[in-house]
């Protein structure tokens, strides 16, 4: 039985993988492939809990309410150039330094993506330590959760903070 983070992830890895404007996901399909990948029968109102968990941290996502045929991520903060842009591209905002520990198979993406933006302090063979300059707002959150486990902030403390009440909620709701 996998654990409800695990659940979770495969909810969003699913949509952001399988689902765009023109390949909508239907909740019968959502359900089939989570089983196929989790082993576990999920219920649709977990499915529902799930996108509501993900509008809260700032992904948009598209339902049958909006468009009659079915889910799909929208390309907002899902790919790491969309996101790396998005914090970035700020022209009146003030950057904060965010340390994070990321894991290396995501170095390249992460340094070719912010640039100037993205000071590596240290290295070892399976982790990096990097302080990203970007604009502090609520889909920080979100960002740094779609690296799931690859990703651990050190500094801001608050920031930490954060990202620990928003996975105790998610604990909550899936217990």
């Known amino acids: 039985m996998a654990s409800n983070y695990i659940k979770f992830y495969t909810f969003f890895d699913i949509l952001s993988k399988h689902s765009d404007n023109d390949n909508m996901l239907s909740m019968k399909k959502i359900l089939q492939m989570m089983e196929e990948r989790t082993g576990d029968k999920i219920d649709r109102r977990t499915i529902y809990e799930y996108i509501k968990n993900l509008k809260e941290l700032g992904f948009d996502i598209s339902d049958?309410?909006?468009?009659?045929?079915?889910?799909?991520?929208?390309?907002?903060?899902?790919?790491?150039?969309?996101?790396?842009?998005?914090?970035?591209?700020?022209?009146?905002?003030?950057?904060?330094?965010?340390?994070?520990?990321?894991?290396?198979?995501?170095?390249?993406?992460?340094?070719?993506?912010?640039?100037?933006?993205i000071d590596l302090l240290r290295e070892t063979d399976t982790k990096f330590l990097a302080v990203v300059h970007i604009v502090y707002d609520k889909s920080v959150i979100g960002w740094i959760l779609s690296f799931g486990s690859k990703a651990k902030v050190v500094e801001p403390p608050e920031l930490k903070y954060a990202i620990k009440e928003e996975i105790n909620k998610l604990n909550e709701i899936y217990s």
């Not at 079915?70 to 790491?80: C, D, E, H, R, S």
């Open 64 to 117: 049958y309410s909006k468009n009659n045929r079915g889910y799909f991520l929208k390309p907002i903060a899902v790919t790491l150039k969309n996101t790396a842009n998005k914090f970035v591209d700020y022209k009146n905002q003030t950057k904060t330094d965010i340390t994070i520990e990321f894991d290396n198979d995501l170095k390249h993406q992460l340094t070719s993506e912010f640039k100037e933006s």
